[in-house]
């Protein structure tokens, strides 16, 4: 065999091992986000309380229900009262306490695993979450810069940065209201200069005045 086959060889396996060795890398990268949801004891467990799962948490009665108001966290979002049989333990209806092995057999064939179980469950909270965020930033910051924050690329904000926002919101549209241009933050430039402070004031009235021309 020639050298130049040999090396050939050696190319190509290299190659196919540094694909791999990257795609293990996005892999851990892409369920990385769901650890907050994972119990440490790396058995793909959801987690309870304290990072830890049901399971390990060692306690018989808490291994064995779980309240309908916190199925919720495990990402069960239809009616328990369909899936498992229900004791009740308290005469609020929400805290109905509930067999936990029959809600984990229903999960796991729904979803197929117990990592998609927890993709399920990172999604609904993830989802849930820029909900509430977003509802928060209207008292914050007012509805019409909300608005825009919520149109652009999402990333949550410290105080701060919010009333950065805001002011670089009031600042633009007083500008733009000066040069007789209705205030309507739909270019990528406006929203960017509002949101991440990107460009300048100039930038955007530019940008905007060309659109009108």
């Not at 065999?1 to 091992?17: A, D, P, W, Y």
């Not at 149109?151 to 000066?178: D, G, N, V, W």
Request: hydrophobic share 30%.
């Amino acid at each position: 065999m020639c050298l130049e086959t040999i090396l050939k060889r050696v190319n190509f396996q290299f190659s196919i091992s540094y694909k791999f060795v990257d795609k293990l890398g996005e892999i851990e990268a892409c369920e990385s986000e769901f650890a907050a949801y994972c119990c440490q004891c790396e058995n793909d467990n959801p987690v309870a309380i304290r990072n830890s799962c049901r399971k390990c948490l060692g306690s018989y009665v808490y291994s064995l229900y779980v309240k309908r108001i916190t199925a919720r966290q495990y990402g069960f979002t239809g009616k328990l009262s369909e899936v498992i049989e229900s004791e009740r333990h308290n005469s609020c209806i929400e805290y109905k306490w509930c067999e936990w092995g029959p809600l984990e057999s229903y999960m796991l064939p729904t979803f197929g695993s117990k990592m998609g179980w927890l993709r399920h469950t990172a999604r609904l909270n993830t989802r849930r979450d820029k909900k509430q965020y977003f509802r928060s930033l209207q008292s914050k910051v007012g509805p019409e810069v909300a608005a825009i924050i919520k149109q652009a690329k999402f990333r949550k904000k410290s105080m701060a940065e919010l009333y950065k926002c805001r002011t670089r919101c009031f600042r633009i549209k007083a500008k733009m209201e000066e040069r007789g241009f209705p205030f309507e933050p739909i270019s990528d430039s406006c929203k960017k200069y509002i949101t991440d402070g990107t460009g300048s004031v100039e930038e955007v009235i530019q940008s905007v005045a060309d659109t009108m021309t």
